[in-house]
C-alpha cells in the first residue's frame, strides 16, 4: 500500500507527513512537491519524493503512478486557478489508477456561501464524478490564521472584528493534520465527508482565550468592513490581501464557518484541542 501526500512542504502538509511517520513505514510513504529539493529532510528518513506540479499535468501523471491512496491538499491562488490545479492533480489520479482520493476542502462546501467554497464545490464534484472512493476533510479555520491578531494584541491593540455575533469553528493545523493522517492510512474511509470544526466560538469568546493565554484584558473592538478594512492598512497589510481579510469577516459574520461537528473525536479519538490551550501554544 503506497500512499502520497501533495503539497507535502507546505505548512499543512508537512505536519501530516510527520504523524504518519509515526505509524507508516516510510518506504509506503510518498509526497509530490514542486521542488524536490526542499524536501531532501523526508527524503533522507526513506519518503519517496516525487517531483509534481499542478499546473504541469504530464509531471502528475508520474508522481502519482504506482500510489494506492492520494491526499490532494487544496492550492493557494485565485479561484480560476485553483479549480484548474485541482482538475489537473484529480485527472492524474484516474489515469493513475490510485484507489483512494482525500481532499482538504472547507466547511459546509457545497452548500456554503463562503469566497473560499466555489473551489472546494469545484473539486469535490469533480472528485466525484471520477467514481473513485473519497474523503472530504472539510476544514473549518486555522487558529494559526488568528496569529497576526494575537501578536497585535500582544503589542497593545485591541481586538478588531467586523465579524459581528458569528461564529468560527477554530482548531490547530496540528488538529486538522492528525486528522487527514489518520483517513489517508486508515481503514473504513470510503466515501466519507469529515466537518472537521472546533467548539464554534464568537470573536469575543475566541479574544477571552486570547487573555487568557496572555494575561491580560483583551479590547474587543466591533467595526463595520470599511473601518476594519482601514485598520488593516494602518497596521501594514499589503492591499492586496485587504479585500479577502473584509470577506472573511463577512463570511463569519454570516456564519459560514458556524459547523457544530464531533468528527474530530471520531477520527482522533478526542475533541480538537480546546482554543485557550491552542493559543498558549502558539504564543
Partial sequence: MKLLVTGATGKLGSKIIQVLLKTVPSEQLAVSVREPEKA??????????????????????????????????????????????????????????????AYTSIANAQESTNALAEVHKATETAILETGIPYSFLRNNWYLENELSSIQGVIAGAPWFTSAESGKVGWALQQDYAEAAAAVLAGEGHDNTIYELSGKPLTQEEIASAVGKALNKEVEVQQVDDNAYAEVMKAAGVPEFIIPMLVNIQKDIREGTLDIESNDFEKLLGRPATRVEEGIAKLV
Fill in 40 to 101: 531532501q529532510d523526508l527524503k533522507a528518513k526513506g519518503v519517496d519524493v516525487r517531483q509534481g506540479n499542478f499546473d504541469q499535468p504530464e509531471s502528475l501523471n508520474t508522481a502519482f503512478a504506482g500510489i494506492d491512496r492520494l491526499l490532494i491538499i487544496s492550492a493557494d491562488g485565485d479561484t480560476e486557478t485553483r479549480i484548474r490545479q485541482h482538475g489537473n492533480a484529480i485527472s492524474a489520479a484516474e489515469h493513475a489508477g490510485v484507489k483512494f482520493i
